[in-house]
């Protein structure tokens, strides 16, 4: 079975990683690679409890997405835009900051349909 590095995003590619494995995650974890983007991505495939908006916000950046400014009646939704991809929007947490589960399974399953894992 080919590995498909080539669907990773950008910042899970490394010079070293030319090997045919069909487990790439194993293979970066095993050499050393993991960036703290890497372990973030790592971390929201595992849904935890207390997965913070600023790691979300970080971790949708090294997807490429960009906070768009809120307007006057925005409230609590931000939205983040891709130059090739579907908008996302989300309802802000209350300062506690932790993410619902339901936000963190629709952001998966929505880098899945995009391809982006």
Known sequence: M?????KLPHFLHADVVTKNSC?????VIKKGLM?????????????????TWDELT???RAFGY?????????????????????PITLHK????KSLKMYIINDILEFLKREGML
């Open 23 to 27: 487990s790439f995650r194993t293979y």
């Open 35 to 51: 960036g703290r983007k890497a372990k973030l991505l790592a971390r929201l495939q595992q849904r935890p409890r207390d997965f």
């Open 93 to 96: 947490p209350p300062p506690d």
């Open 66 to 86: 960009k906070q768009a400014k809120p307007g006057k009646t925005g409230g609590s939704r931000r939205r983040f835009v891709h130059p090739k991809a579907a």
């Open 58 to 60: 970080t971790l949708l």
């Open 2 to 6: 080919p590995c498909l590095i080539e």
